[in-house]
């Protein structure tokens, strides 16, 4: 058995049940993708599909792998659809990642949309749900969209992933993880 094929039997036994995703389906895709990402932080922390994290743990970009096709490109997306609380206004999501045109999983090599920008839930707002989803490409997207760098608010707010995947014809995401994070006060 070759090295990728022994890579994507890993990723395939852990796919995720419904139980298990905290209503991200209906409120952020429709269906329960297959496979989940692989998903550290600098800091050590693995996330564990619904693990709470704080806002520390996750301040810098984490290491991110997924069961790949490799000769194939992809989409990366981290979004928060709780932005103003699990239970308050849904005006759309918070993007806080997106790269497209990833060869495989090698992300490096993928072009920034918008980059990473840690989870920073408001006081008062609870437990956010942070969504990891990664969708495989029919084609290399052409964009002319301006970056959306690390500490711009622009384009950021008033997210729909379900729409950004129509508009690229990204189809249902292929895989997925997610965590909770909410306020961290200070010691």
């Known amino acids: 058995m070759s090295e990728e094929e022994t890579e994507s039997k890993i990723f395939a036994n852990r796919r995720p049940s419904l139980q298990r ?17 692989n998903v550290r932080y600098r800091s050590g922390v693995d996330i564990n599909l619904g693990n ?26 981290l979004t928060d659809p709780d932005v103003f609380g699990r239970n308050g206004p849904k005006y759309g999501e918070y993007k806080h990642w997106v790269v ?27 437990p956010h749900r942070y969504v990891f989803l990664v969708y495989k490409q029919p084609d290399i997207i052409e964009t002319d969209s301006k970056i959306v760098n690390t500490y711009s608010l622009e384009g950021r707010l008033f997210f729909d992933v379900r729409s950004f995947a129509r508009k690229y014809n990204l189809g249902e995401p292929v895989a997925i ?10 010691s």
């Open 21 to 37: 995703l905290d209503g991200i389906v209906p409120d952020v895709i429709d269906s329960v993708p297959n496979g989940v990402i």
């Open 52 to 77: 709470e994290v704080t806002p520390t743990q996750v301040a810098e970009q984490p290491l991110v792998e997924w069961a790949a096709d490799y000769g194939n490109y992809y989409t990366l997306v």
């Open 100 to 126: 497209v045109n990833i060869p495989g999983t090698d992300i490096k090599r993928g072009r920034d949309l918008t980059e990473y920008q840690s989870s920073g839930p408001a006081r008062g707002t609870g």
């Open 177 to 186: 993880n997610y965590y909770h994070c909410q306020f961290e006060t200070s």
